[in-house]
């Protein structure tokens, strides 16, 4: 069984910018959802994907968005980036939308200059 | 508001010794929580949840966590400290609803002495 992969691992854009940030959820798992953990914090909940469709959504600006594909993978997309979008993007797949046990990956290092 | 509290950012043990990482959540009703540990350049692991039951839960790789209710608590604790548990910890819970998230503590940073 594979787990969580994220890809890019390290990334770095410019202010202004946009990226993507994408996730293949650990097999069997229908659910995904995604964190944001700035240095010396906690992850922080951006929005979650279930069957396709956005279910939850963290106190987050709408320039964040993001898509559940058929196969389950996803994607994060942040628009017109910021200094303090600069941050660990974590992605965690579940099956079920109550689940209570994720799988996490390893993530996605995202720095804004 | 919904929240978990991680009163300590960092603490160093002697390897060998005894470790207690505490947290404290405040929700509405008892929510499910969790454990996590991060290593550098992994993602969160799960050590141990605590749903409903049994207030002593046991975990991997050793540890185990005590939840009381009356001090909204679910201190994590390890007998014996290997260096290997050199890492990050994340106290987590969420509430007892479908399509609720996971709110995360600050963190602890422990820190094994030899």
């Known amino acids: 069984e594979t787990g969580v992969t994220q890809s890019p691992t390290h990334l770095i854009k410019t202010r202004g910018q946009q990226v993507t940030l994408r996730c293949s959820s650990q097999s069997g798992h229908n659910t995904v959802s995604w964190y944001q953990q700035a240095l010396g914090q906690g992850p922080q909940f951006i929005f979650q994907y279930y069957r396709e469709e956005e279910n939850g959504r963290g106190n987050f600006p709408p320039r964040f968005s993001g898509l559940q594909f058929p196969n389950y993978s996803s994607e994060l997309n942040v628009n017109a980036l910021e200094l303090d979008d600069s941050a660990l993007y974590l992605c965690?797949?579940?099956f079920g939308d109550g689940a209570n046990v994720l799988t996490f990956g390893a993530g996605s290092r995202l720095t804004v200059l | 508001a919904q929240s978990v509290t991680q009163p300590d950012i960092h603490i160093t043990v002697s390897e060998g010794a005894s470790l207690e990482l505490r947290c404290n959540y405040s929700y509405g009703a008892t929510p499910y929580l969790f454990w996590y540990v991060q290593s550098p350049g992994q993602g969160l692991q799960l050590l141990l949840k605590?749903?409903?039951?049994?207030?002593l839960v046991q975990g991997i790789k050793g540890f185990e966590a005590e939840f009381k209710r009356s001090q909204s608590s679910f201190n994590l604790r390890k007998p014996s400290v290997h260096w290997s548990d050199a890492a990050e910890y994340f106290c987590a819970a969420r509430a007892n609803q479908a399509g609720t998230a996971l709110t995360f503590g600050k963190g602890t940073t422990l820190s094994v002495s030899s």
């Open positions: 605590y749903f409903s039951g049994d207030t």
């Open positions: 965690a797949s579940s």
